[in-house]
């Protein structure tokens, strides 16, 4: 196999962080991995860099402001609060707020964004950042362990560049937070081999193929239990050999989640390492530039096996390393064999068994065969200076400007709080759809005439699926005082998002900033305090009415 100029992203951090005593998702996984490829001598066959961390402003190219000022603030003593009480951004038990959870998501999006930098740039061939792949993170809000999608921002950047990019999901879980992203796009063809049933995230139906301008373009391939090496590289080979001829992509992102391996605690498949390791070998083949990132595996010692055995594919020296591990710092680990391998067990293969695997083959490559011709994307040159310059906007006002944007702004966020009209919604049935249909419900001018005429609406986010249990949760909604509203529960209302919070809390008559104890301030106290709601005592003739 041919050497390839190869990228390798890793920052000596990563490993440092916890998500919390007992928690299966281990980022010292990430260090394992180097420590086993700096000790098979690999570094020096590639350009090992340190990727500078994403910035706030990086990472709102896709999340939202809101949710990306929740990660910089958040602690695990803020975190109640800041999530109102685990109803928004970190819902359930997947996700805890532990400490340097911003600087390990700037590392993660950091390094994957550099990667795709370095492949834009023409330097690399191959940009791996095994501290990437987290690819179950929404817009708005984390899930499945993941906070920041480095994914998307990823392929954003790629966009920038290249007029389609392929992103390839091998991990047992569905990827539909980048499949989200993408959905109404053919600029982005998103291909994801994973566990269907019930089994977390709850999408990724061979029928969920995009939307408008996407429609074909999400091509998913559910499968199920004891997923052997055999069936794997049949259907991988047959898609993806589909999906290059039909789509030609110009670049491949490649989410190496590992918990597709045999044994993982969270997964159901029946992968070797080589089985795994081959969809790295054969995508490799096709001599297109592509990004390799880690995701789930949480089977820390089989995932960095993995992960280091891959890097080895990507230099195209696998078959020149020796498969007896070489000292290293966690080489007791690796008892009692000591090698670089992961091996099948004896579960039964459940694709094979009722030829449920064919028939999947069949309807994807007929789905495929439905895209000709390739989409043409006109793409223009990015302009390297700033919007100012580029402009020719140096000179001007920037006082007037500015006011000018205020207004117009804050009559935009006025505009989409009216639109909020508290309408019922449906509760969704455990037999239906409902709950993750909303995700894919682009149709604005339909939503917005429903919200006009009042009428009926799916109940948004009222159920999420933990990937430790694959149990749907139930998230009750606050209102707008961020409160719990037992008739919005009762009667499946919505509460209306706040854009104009001040993050204080009031009594239910709006007369007094509610503190712990009972203890309360007025308006006139804030104001006489230069704005710092203090604790304080507070006289009885402050609380007069002809104070507010």
């Given amino acids: 196999m041919s050497r390839r100029r190869v990228s390798y992203y890793y920052d000596p951090e990563v490993g440092s962080y916890s998500y919390g005593l007992g928690h299966p998702m281990k980022p010292l996984r990430m260090r394992i991995t180097h420590e086993l490829v700096q000790a098979y001598n690999m570094l020096d066959k590639m350009h090992v860099l340190r990727a500078r961390r994403a910035t706030p402003e990086a990472m709102a190219a896709f999340h939202t402001d809101e949710y990306v000022h929740f990660l910089t603030r958040v602690t695990p003593e803020t975190a109640e609060e800041l999530t109102y009480h685990g109803t928004r951004f970190l819902v359930g038990d997947d996700n805890p707020a532990f400490e340097g959870i911003f600087e390990f998501c700037s590392i993660s999006a950091g390094g994957t964004i550099a990667a795709a930098k370095r492949i834009t740039s023409g330097e690399s061939d191959i940009s791996i950042n095994w501290a990437g792949g987290l690819h179950h993170a929404k817009k708005r809000e984390a899930s499945g362990f993941c906070y920041i999608n480095d994914i998307v921002l990823g392929i954003l950047e790629l966009l920038r560049v290249y007029p389609r990019v392929l992103y390839i999901d091998i991990d047992?879980?569905?990827?539909?937070?980048?499949?989200?992203?993408?959905?109404?796009?053919?600029?982005?063809?998103?291909?994801?081999?994973?566990?269907?049933?019930?089994?977390?995230?709850?999408?990724?139906?061979?029928?969920?193929?995009?939307?408008?301008?996407?429609k074909g373009y999400a091509v998913n391939v559910p499968l199920k239990d004891g997923l052997s090496d055999e069936s794997f590289r049949m259907i991988y080979e047959t898609v993806i050999s589909r999906i290059i001829e039909v789509f030609q992509p110009s670049v491949i992102v490649h989410q190496c989640g590992s918990d597709s391996l045999s044994g993982d605690k969270l997964g159901c498949f029946n992968i070797t390492m080589q089985g795994h390791a081959h969809c790295v070998q054969f995508t490799r083949g096709f001599n297109i530039p592509f990004i390799l990132v880690g995701g789930g595996g949480y089977t820390v010692k089989n995932a960095s096996r993995t992960w280091a055995y891959e890097t080895a594919c990507a230099l195209g020296i696998e078959k020149d390393i020796d498969l007896k591990l070489p000292w290293n710092e966690f080489f007791e680990w690796f008892g009692p064999r000591y090698r670089l391998e992961v091996a099948e067990s004896n579960m039964e293969d459940k694709n094979v068994k009722d030829g449920s695997l064919d028939k999947i083959r069949e309807m994807a490559l007929r789905q495929l065969s439905e895209l000709q011709p390739v989409p043409s994307v006109a793409l223009q040159d990015v302009p390297r200076e700033s919007v100012d310059e580029h402009l020719g906007l140096e000179g001007a006002d920037e006082l007037e400007s500015r006011d000018d944007l205020d207004d117009r702004l804050a009559q935009h966020s006025r505009f989409v709080y009216q639109l909020q009209e508290p309408d019922v919604a449906e509760p969704p049935t455990d037999d239906s759809d409902e709950v993750d249909s909303y995700r894919y419900d682009s149709d604005d001018s339909m939503s917005s005439k429903r919200r006009r005429a009042g009428g009926t609406r799916r109940a948004r986010q009222k159920k999420r699926m933990s990937i430790m249990s694959n149990e749907w949760l139930e998230v009750p909604h606050l209102n707008h005082l961020g409160y719990y509203d037992d008739n919005d529960i009762a009667n499946g209302r919505q509460a209306r998002r706040n854009y104009f919070d001040s993050g204080l809390r009031w009594d239910p008559d709006g007369r007094k900033i509610v503190k712990s104890g009972d203890i309360g301030m007025t308006v006139r106290d804030i104001m006489e305090r230069g704005g710092q709601p203090e604790t304080m005592d507070i006289d009885d003739d402050l609380l007069e009415d002809d104070d507010i």
């Fill in 172 to 214: 047992c879980h569905h990827g539909d937070g980048v499949e989200e992203a993408f959905y109404t796009t053919d600029r982005v063809m998103t291909c994801s081999f994973h566990k269907f049933g019930e089994y977390f995230p709850g999408t990724g139906a061979q029928e969920d193929r995009g939307r408008g301008k996407g």
